[in-house]
């Protein structure tokens, strides 16, 4: 018979658990590429997917005050006739209700990111993107103020004080890329914050407001100044060894300076990790760069002794932008490989953020046009057709742990749960590769190149206290099991699929393998598992229903 043990007595290996706790940084927030894809139907299909199985709590996005949301409007569109110029600026939301009613509905709420400018506000007519998002400063400061004001308010007065204080407002996207999110100068994007984190303080001081936002960590001094100089680049690019470069983030010292000189709030400091760099030669050539497994972590770590030391020590930590790469063609994002890696860093990161915003959730994502074929390399967990990608599965699995460590080791970590139970999840990210991150792949064949990395792994532990004859659920992720892609490459892959092949590959993309463990008459479950190379397990108490 089993023995009736309170959580206190649980025992990994022999040994009391530990019980730290377990931060969910992986779901805190996920990606999405701009507001107006949030208006398809496939979109929220893949959203409320995210919700109810990845267990999404907050969703980003560019472009709430892009044209085609239609909400800065001081001319009358004019039709087929030349537009009319209104006697002063109107504000409409029937586009952005639709998409903020459907987060909602979903379960979820948004992270607001501030941008883009409405082009009757912009300082430019050069454009980023097919869509021509216009990334410029303000030609009028008042009237973007007037813009975030109204909007706010109408947020307020559409959901309530309440809600909309739980809504993180975020200043802009990545503007020291000049030209490219922003054509002003660093000093222009810290006036745009001040009267920005003003404005809506003035509003409700308990509304949360951060910034700013900024690309990728890099070596070098080339975001130093006011605007990008690619000068001095050319040390990071022709370095024998990256990972020995002093890598540090961009515009955070000087945003808190600038913050702390003005007494200006900061509820927040966010920016962007992906474990990448792309810097020009001497020869004025671009060279992408591969920073090692545990950038993430050491970047993250970094950030926490900025905070710690500045004026602003309490100040949260989001991380809106992250993923293997910020590139929206590189087919490493559709394999087994990205499922491990990133399986691997968010339990490695988990205490080091308040949130980690996988980009993005869907390949429903247009900064490039519509993707070339059903699995081009997208960031999504899903792809176009909605079939899952390994690194769904991965999210899934770390969505089913607790909120309380048992045990952690290098290869994965043990939960409590709430029903008294466990759940964990083990990876094996391959002896072979050392040091090495999972890179990037220009094609799928190319990113088929760590499949010959390993060996195995074997990943064993009891686990005493538990209930005598409970079952648990095991399912593995890897090269043979949920490999969708090489389904998808091993057929020739085809440019368009067809409905079967559809319904084929969606069945593949979900058969992991699966079995059960069985607690023992003394309370104790036995875990031995045989990890093949880049595998990823969930353990898990199986429910009834």
């Known amino acids: 018979m089993s023995v009736d043990v309170s959580p206190s007595t649980l025992q990994i290996d ?6 730290l706790p377990l931060r969910h940084v992986w779901n805190e927030c996920l990606g999405a590429g701009r507001a107006n894809e949030a208006l398809r139907v496939d979109w929220q299909n893949h959203f409320r997917e995210a919700v109810e199985v990845l267990g999404a709590r907050y969703v980003r996005f560019h472009g709430v005050f892009h044209d085609d949301m239609f909400v800065y409007r001081a001319s009358d569109g004019g039709g087929f006739g030349s537009p009319t110029r209104l006697e002063k600026p109107v504000y ?18 948004p992270f607001v990111e501030l941008g883009f400018m409405p082009r009757e506000l912009a300082t430019q007519t050069e454009t980023l993107f097919w869509w021509k998002a216009h990334c410029s400063p ?33 200043v802009w996207n990545e503007p020291n890329l000049v030209p490219h999110f922003w054509t002003g100068t660093k000093s222009e994007y810290f006036q745009l914050y001040e009267a920005t984190v003003r404005a809506i303080k003035g509003i409700d001081a308990d509304l949360r407001v951060g910034g700013p936002s900024s690309s990728v960590f890099v070596p070098d001094a080339r975001y130093d100044g006011e605007s990008h100089d690619r000068s001095v680049e050319a040390t990071t690019a022709e370095a024998p060894d990256p990972d020995a470069l002093p890598w540090k983030p961009v515009w955070i010292h000087e945003l808190i300076e600038y913050c702390a000189e003005r007494d200006l709030p900061i509820d927040f400091l966010s920016t962007h990790l992906y474990p990448t760099d792309y810097a020009f030669d001497t020869q004025g050539v671009g060279r992408p760069i591969s920073r090692n497994r545990d950038a993430t972590m050491n970047d993250l770590e970094l950030l926490r002794t900025i905070i710690a030391e500045s004026p602003y020590p309490d100040a949260e930590l989001h991380i809106t932008e992250w993923s293997t790469s910020p590139s929206s063609r590189d087919h490493m994002h559709d394999t087994v490989f990205a499922a491990t890696y990133i399986a ?32 081009h390399g997208g960031f999504g967990f899903v792809n176009e057709h909605g079939i899952h990608k390994p690194t769904f599965h991965a999210m899934a699995m770390l969505n089913r742990l607790g909120h309380s460590i048992a045990l952690q080791t290098e290869h994965g970590v043990i939960t409590r749960t709430a029903d008294d139970a466990v759940a964990a999840v083990f990876f094996n990210y391959p002896d072979s590769m050392g040091t090495r991150s999972v890179g990037s792949a220009n094609s799928y064949a190319d990113a088929r190149r760590h499949a010959g990395e390993g060996p195995a792994r074997r990943i064993t532990h009891t686990v005493a206290g538990l209930s005598a004859g409970a ?16 389904a998808w490459h091993q057929r ?10 559809v319904i084929d590959l969606t069945k593949v993309a979900d ?34 229903h």
């Open 14 to 19: 022999g040994r009391s658990s530990t019980d």
């Open 492 to 501: 020739g892959e085809p440019l368009n699929l067809s409905r079967q092949d």
């Open 92 to 109: 409409t939301y029937a586009y952005v209700d639709k998409v903020f009613d459907a987060i909602l509905a979903a379960g979820a709420r």
């Open 344 to 375: 691997r860093a968010f339990l490695q990161c988990q205490g080091l953020a308040e949130s980690i915003s996988y980009w993005t959730f869907t390949d429903v994502f247009e900064e490039g046009g519509g993707g070339i074929g059903p699995f």
């Open 511 to 544: 058969d992991l393998d699966r079995h059960t463990l069985t607690v023992d008459v003394l309370g104790v479950l036995t875990i031995d598992l045989e990890l093949p190379a880049w595998a990823v397990a969930s353990i898990t108490r199986t429910t009834t």
């Open 471 to 486: 079952v648990y659920d095991v399912e593995v992720l890897d090269w043979e099991h949920g490999n969708v892609a090489e």
């Open 138 to 170: 303000p030609n009028d400061m008042g009237a973007w103020v007037a813009l975030v004001t109204t909007t706010v308010n109408h947020w307020i007065e559409r959901y309530g004080l309440d809600e909309v204080r739980r809504w993180p407002f975020e």
